[in-house]
DNA sequence: GATAACGCTTGCATTATGCAAGTGACAAAG
DNA sequence: CTTTGTCACTTGCATAATGCAAGCGTTATC
């Protein structure tokens, strides 16, 4: 039920924009704390459920869940049939997801100069 | 009162990291529909809190206090005394604050490039 | 001194988030 | 073929954030 109706400020946003600026519509489809993070994981080279689960910042399930279908909806990341997955169907970015990589290059270059203690483990795969 | 002492994600995201990733932590401090868009007003050289409060997106006040605050103390931006605030204190991007220009700078590339019916009408004041 | 603008603050309803538990599908073990 | 376990979610519920409208104190303007 939630899954399925979920009209939040997200959503709601798509269809109701609040401006035509290019960083507050960027913001509706990927501004939460979040979203990103899941973008982060698909870059670099996770795909199923349970590796995003696994990320150090627990995300919990169910926000899992719906950023997966936000994802998927917006056109950021498709599921796919992953070799190794066991059966089970893995998420992947699509190539306006991957167009993200620069943003998120840059919130990763600014955290490292200007909050201490973070460190540059998670690195795209195949870059 | 609401004001002094809101603990909420982000203030506590500050003591209590979610983890090392300079991608999550650069997030709690402006992973939110709201923060980038005071920063990329006042790097459109907006200072007053009228200014922000008319920006299109139409930032509740409250909210727009409350962002304004965390900017101050996380030191992305200071208060100053602007020359025609008619005695008001307006706010500004203090040196960590601008470095996150390209930040916004990539955020906004990619909405001009995927979001149709953006438009690049905010440019950053003195660029 | 009255009026109005400005910079917030407050109350309240709505929405999102976090946590723990539950569910159904599937696979391997016995 | 039943049991056990894992995985990918879903659900309920408490808490926190957001949006909206109204209010409040201070400062200009008339």
Redesign the interface.
């Known amino acids: 039920m939630r899954s399925r109706d979920t009209r939040g ?1 997200q959503a709601m ?1 798509r269809s109701k ?13 990927f ?3 979040w979203t ?2 899941v973008i ?1 994981d698909m870059a670099c080279g996770k795909a199923l459920f349970k590796e995003f689960s696994a ?4 995300i919990a399930t169910n926000i899992l869940a719906d950023r997966l279908e936000r994802l998927v909806k917006g056109g950021l990341a498709e599921p796919f049939d992953p070799p190794h997955g066991g059966g089970r169907s893995g998420y992947r970015l699509t190539a ?1 997801g991957r ?2 990589l ?14 201490r ?6 690195r795209p795969a195949g870059s």
């Open positions: 400020q946003a924009r609040r401006s035509i600026c290019p960083v507050a519509c960027a913001l509706d489809l501004g939460d704390r990103l993070l982060r990320s150090p910042e627990r306006k167009s993200l620069p943003v998120l290059s840059a919130i990763a270059d600014w955290g490292l100069a200007h909050i203690g973070t460190e540059a483990r998670l």
